[in-house]
């Protein structure tokens, strides 16, 4: 029994310890929109509904010209750089924290998944792509935490998901 314990515990120290190390790199984010500033985005539109079939808006959009370069708010790992459906071209990034960083309407995409990048790296270019099609070209820019903050859920639409969904504006500020 004691055996197993000591075997046991080695991979739970490990894990432990990926996650603590996760929470000490430094995050010091940039704005993800090249040139842009707090006056091209809304920064009340975080949670702001209704919002499409998606309810209430779990991000900002940062507006822009397109082929305004779009670069990565904090440094990580690519872990999906694709086409779906809403988001149109799309760029996910793991950064520090276990915070999740979704870059979204994308016209261009010039990184790939599993690719390691610093903040500032060029993901792609502005566009309108996914549902934001017709629309004038912004970033749709949202931030999901891995490890949840319970204490932010509240009573409003969807609002237990505020436990995950960071407010981009408080983020960049
Ligand atoms: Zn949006």
């Given at each position: 029994?004691?055996?197993l314990y000591?075997i046991?515990?080695f991979?739970?120290i ?22 842009a ?9 975080f ?22 370069p779009?670069?990565?708010?904090t440094?990580?790992?690519?872990i999906?750089?694709?086409?779906i ?10 950064g520090p ?22 903040a ?24 999901l935490?891995?490890v949840?903050?319970?204490w ?13 969904y ?8």
């Open positions: 029994m004691k055996e000591k046991a515990r991979p739970l490990g894990l432990s310890t990926i996650i603590v190390l996760g929470f000490l790199i430094p995050e010091e984010p940039v704005i993800p929109a090249r040139g500033s707090f006056s091209d985005w809304n920064s009340q539109s949670w702001y509904e209704p919002w499409g079939t998606s309810g209430v808006h779990k991000g900002i959009d940062i507006f822009g010209t397109e082929k305004t779009i670069v990565a708010a440094r990580g790992i690519v999906y750089a694709g086409k459906e809403k988001g149109g071209k799309v760029v996910v990034v793991l924290k276990w915070r999740v960083h979704y870059y979204a309407h994308l016209e261009t995409k010039g990184v790939s998944t599993t690719d390691l990048i610093p500032g790296e060029v993901l792609g270019s502005m566009g309108n792509t996914g549902n934001a099609a017709g629309k004038q070209p912004h970033l749709h820019y949202a931030i935490s891995l949840p903050y319970p932010r859920a509240t009573g409003e639409t969807q609002g237990w998901k505020r436990m995950f960071l407010d981009p504006d408080e983020f960049l500020r």
